[in-house]
């Protein structure tokens, strides 16, 4: 599947969105990925994933991602508007389930996913709790001026902000402050970022006595 660049969308000073045209028929579900392939050299074409952060809702694709250092990120960041790039059809299966109260726990990059998820949620005025936990290393969220006015729209909808700089990282005692009353139970908790900050969300659910069963990790690897 080829997908056509329409613009760049700087977010924070390291963070960009790539804005592409929605192919006729193009179907997802909130929290999927794709299998993006790029030129990285005249020999040879590289891959990677990246969660698709635009919500079915809307009328276009987006791909959010931190700069880098490596090949891919720099053709990424080479990309201009009319480019085509190649990619695979929709996949991954830590999608919205909306039959039970969500709790997403995102790690600076890892809102992407779960800014597909909220999207969705807003558009379809859903009415289950959600909890956003939403941890990053300085006060430069990622979407945040969407995020507060989608927390205004849907009543339903809990925002917290971590700063880990100002207020340290996530801890049991934190952790509990912020987690909805019958969390061991009754949440499906949506974890995504970084793989060793990912890996700390799940240690401290566990600590607290959330089932296995219901948390859901996406791990960002830095590519």
């Known amino acids: 599947m080829l997908l056509k660049l329409l613009t760049v969308e700087k977010e924070t000073r390291d963070i960009l969105s790539l ?11 909130p929290g999927q990925y794709l299998d993006i392939a790029l030129p990285i050299s005249k020999k040879r074409n ?14 276009f694709i987006m791909l959010t991602y931190k700069k880098g250092v490596s090949q891919f990120k720099k053709s990424l960041q080479n990309l201009k508007k009319g480019d085509l790039i190649f990619s695979s059809h929709p996949a991954g299966t830590v999608v919205i389930d909306d039959s039970s109260p969500i709790v997403m726990m995102a790690g600076g990059i890892g809102i992407a996913p779960h800014r597909s998820m909220l999207k969705w949620a ?17 006060h430069d969220f990622i979407f945040k001026k969407e995020l507060d006015s989608w927390q205004k729209q849907l009543s339903s909808l809990t925002i917290h902000y971590i700063n880990t700089r100002k207020n340290g990282r996530l801890n049991e005692n934190l952790l509990k402050k912020l987690l909805p009353a019958g969390y061991r139970l009754l949440p499906i908790f949506y974890l995504a970022g970084p793989p060793a900050m990912v890996d700390d969300f799940e240690i401290v659910l566990l600590k607290l006595g959330v089932d296995s069963v219901n948390i859901r990790t996406d791990r960002f690897d830095g590519y």
């Open 19 to 29: 804005i592409f045209e929605k192919p006729a028929g193009f179907n997802f579900y």
């Open 46 to 59: 590289d891959s990677r994933i990246l969660s698709i952060a635009s919500s079915p809702s809307e009328e």
């Open 122 to 138: 807003v558009d379809r005025k859903l009415t289950l709790p959600i909890t956003l936990i939403y941890s990053n290393s300085d």
